[in-house]
């Protein structure tokens, strides 16, 4: 599947339902899959989905996906275009939700890494990343740790470097992902999506942050990548929007 559409015309509802059914299955998951099959074409229904640059995305070895955050509609739509790239996505999501019926056993099946927040455990979701990056797996993270504070939706100065740290310690590539649309559907204020008028989604992926001159781990190194990675997130959000950023 190509991105021949480009970022102007969005793909057809039928499509993008379709589209399911020709993605990785294997390595979901039960109920990581079946939660795909049930909110997936709910999400091509309700709004007109962009994708381009999935061809940016290796279809194997580990892999380390670095997205802005704007709605809690991010997950699923960064989801369907990770598998539309061929690519599994892992996440990293508080340990609370492997505790909650249903989205436990959902977070559990689909191999996700839990992160136990402000314990002395915090430190094991960076181990587990590392791992399964190292087992070529494609692990997502939102380096904000929380939607954009920013008034106009540009990426936050608050972030935290947990995906500039597994870059450091594994080589992966680091592929910068931008969603835009998803905080008109799903407001981060919101009890509900808003589906009148139907939105349009873009997600786009852009080429591998370059780290090869950043070395070590220590605590500037892992600024200096994360700052590089932010930067990256920045300017294709504004080539996105057609826009230009705030100067930081």
């Known amino acids: 599947m190509n991105d021949s559409s480009g970022?102007?015309?969005?793909m057809g509802t039928l499509r993008a339902i379709g589209m399911m059914f020709r993605v990785p299955r294997?390595?979901?998951?039960?109920?990581?899959?079946?939660?795909?099959d049930l909110i997936w074409p709910l999400m091509a229904l309700a709004t007109?989905?962009?994708?381009?640059?999935?061809?940016?995305?290796?279809?194997?070895?580990?892999?380390l996906l670095a997205s802005n955050h704007l709605s809690f509609a991010d997950p699923v739509t960064v989801t369907a275009f990770a598998l539309s790239a061929g690519r599994i996505p892992r996440y990293l999501a508080k340990a609370s939700l492997w505790k909650v019926p249903v989205i436990g056993k959902v977070v559990a099946g689909g191999g996700h890494i839990p992160v136990e927040r402000n314990t002395s455990r915090a430190r094991d979701a960076f181990t587990g990343a590392v791992e399964a990056v190292q087992r070529g797996e494609c692990v997502m993270f939102f380096p904000e740790a929380g939607f954009s504070d920013d008034v106009d939706h540009w990426p936050s100065?608050?972030?935290?470097?947990?995906?500039?740290?597994?870059?450091?310690?594994?080589?992966?590539?680091?592929?910068?992902?931008v969603n835009w649309g998803t905080h008109a559907l799903l407001p981060a204020t919101a009890k509900f999506p808003k589906l009148f008028p139907r939105k349009t989604v873009d997600i786009i992926a852009g080429d591998p942050v370059d780290l090869s001159d950043i070395e070590g781990t220590d605590r500037a190194a892992m600024?200096?990548?994360?700052?590089r990675i932010m930067h990256a997130i920045t300017e294709l959000l504004a080539e996105l929007r057609g826009e230009?950023?705030?100067?930081?």
């Open 26 to 36: 294997r390595g979901r998951g039960f109920w990581f899959s079946l939660a795909i």
């Open 7 to 10: 970022p102007g015309k969005p």
């Open 244 to 248: 230009e950023p705030p100067v930081r």
């Open 157 to 177: 100065q608050r972030v935290k470097n947990g995906v500039a740290r597994v870059a450091l310690e594994t080589g992966a590539p680091v592929i910068p992902v």
């Open 48 to 63: 007109r989905l962009r994708f381009r640059g999935r061809d940016k995305l290796p279809k194997t070895g580990g892999l």
């Open 223 to 227: 600024d200096q990548a994360t700052k």
